[in-house]
């Protein structure tokens, strides 16, 4: 694995201008612009107070080379507390108006960045990775986040920064012109070195990434890693991504960190400068030693303001790539574009394919005008070898991905121009291999329907194999199922799927069969819940059971994305074409009367012993 490997930008990526950012992100904090004005006279507030402190003391300083009395020094210890207190109380009412404000922002920018990740379409998450989609919604909102509580920190110093420089100007012109001749070196080394800072922080992100991508594949699969023995490898994978982002976040952190140092070296040669001229004014008698005093504090005030501002400039490309993650991933192009949003009534479920073309990628092509009329309430069989087009049928009935020519009604309305959640209400669809949510089976079947009630599902549920399955439960409906259904078998997970579906009462059916034997019990429990919905709906089933291929009213032989051949199983095992070789190689030996070739010479050449004897 070569070092940068897996830094790359996704391709949904975008660069912004800084100024495009900042007015993206002044909209989220727009619905909370009294908070804001309220933070904005406390930072003006300890500004103000802050900066009265060393004011206080110079004059303090002065009463008493004038005066030289215990009580000058009381008043000053007095005033110099009493300002420290409510300073420290300014603060402490704009850090906790500050946090609630940022902690709000934030829960709306990941509001908006998993609204975003929910809605993209499926073919999205074929090319990205989930795991780094989901360091965008919680990482880098995170370091958002760190972006907004520096800015708020740097703008009390700022202001505070500004009094200090009438303050300065006040005391000696010549000195302070000196002085703010000196701070456009500061700012050259700053803008030196913050096209770079953007480029690591990037790169340190991507990395991070890339970690927790690792991370959570390899949880779940952990079952598989463990079957193969694979744990030392998975460890080995986890231990080259993360040494990848160690290596590129030290860099980053190694330049992000050089700036302070060099601000700080350039501020301690400009202060000792200026202390040295300052010092032969007092000595010329030019100055009080309290107005010199005040001059070197507010030096030191005024400059670590000027070199927090440079270094914030590096530092807050953390912030703003963050942000410019965050919006790649909002504003990703949806695949699957609706041309309307019609909202859909109840569906009779009659679909029509009307020269449909399709590819996932470009000169990929699955399906090429492509024609297929499916009537009300009708149930059909797609069978075909692998790549011939079937998962591709149902995902565009869906509505998961986009077809590129063509057209698709489901009762006599494009399909593009339904409101997609509405229409979604109305497909019942269990995947291959079911995916079950860590809770219990009731919460799993009653997921798309909350409005169904316990006693419902109960008296649905015992309409399957008299509800032995439930009963073979340790807690029935109660029973929890673990971390994708792990808890449960594979006939009981699409046990569950198929009553998600059942108590939805779905217009269309979609089913990929799940290709995993089960026991002869299970299998025909599984058969009577999915007669029970075929009863209701529009059906196609991508078919790997024999007893669904049968029961189908047609079938639908595919190959290249191309039907071959339509008919009943009866009619088109009479045909000897394409569907009876299928059905020779994948269906036959689960029928009951099937023998395999060869099987009488096989039991007719063994030793039996005769009845009623021990002889042979």
Known sequence: MSFYEGLDAEKYDRQYKDRDLIKRISQFFAPYKKRLILMSVLILLMALLGASLPVFVSKGIDLVDVTAKRSSIYLIAGGVTLISFLHWLTNFFSRRVTMRTVADVLVDMSKSAFTAAAEHDLSFYDEFSSGKIVSRITSDTREFGNLVTLVTDLAAQIVESLIYTIIILNINVRLSVTLFALIPLIFLVTISLRSLSRK????????????????????????????????????????TANTVSYRVNVKRGFILTLVWPTMNLIGGVMTAVLVYY???????????????????????????????????????????SAAE??????????????????????????IRFEHVGF????????????????????????????????SSIIKLIARFYEFQGGKILVDGKDIRQFDLTSYRKQLG??????????????????????????QEIERISRQIGGGEWLDALPDGLHTQVGERGALLSMGQ???????????????????????????????WQIQQALDLILQRSTSILIAHRLSTVRSADRIIALQNGKIIEVGSHDGLILQGGYYASLYNT??????????????EEYLQSKVVLKPGSNQV
């Open 359 to 390: 590819q996932y990628k470009t000169n990929e092509i699955v399906l090429e005008d492509f024609s297929l009329d499916i009537r009300a309430g009708e149930n059909i069989a797609l069978v075909g070898h692998t790549g011939a087009g079937k």
């Open 325 to 350: 993650r965050v919006f790649a991933l909002i504003d990703a192009e949806q695949a699957v574009i609706q041309t309307a949003n019609e909202p859909v009534s109840d569906l009779k479920g009659e």
């Open 278 to 320: 300052g010092g032969l004014t007092v000595v010329e008698g030019m100055v009080t030693a309290g107005t010199w005093y005040l001059f070197i504090l507010s030096i030191d005030r005024f400059l670590n303001p000027v070199m927090s501002l440079s270094s914030f400039w590096t530092q807050v490309q953390t912030g703003l």
């Open 200 to 239: 690591v922080t990037r790169q340190g992100m991507r990395a991070m990434a890339t970690v927790n991508a690792t991370i959570k594949e390899t949880i779940s699969g952990i079952s598989v890693a463990k079957n193969f023995r694979q744990e030392d490898s998975i460890y080995g994978e986890f231990e």
């Open 493 to 523: 997970r699409q046990l569950v799927a198929l009553m998600r579906v059942l108590v939805q009462k779905p217009a269309i059916f979609i089913l990929d069969e799940a290709t995993a034997s089960v026991d002869p019990f299970t299998e």
């Open 586 to 599: 994948y269906f036959r030996h689960q029928s009951l009367d099937y023998k395999p070739a060869g099987l």
């Open 429 to 454: 669809i269990v995947t291959q291999a079911p995916f079950l949510f860590s809770e219990s089976i009731l919460d799993n079947i009653r997921y798309g329907s909350p409005q169904v009630s316990d």
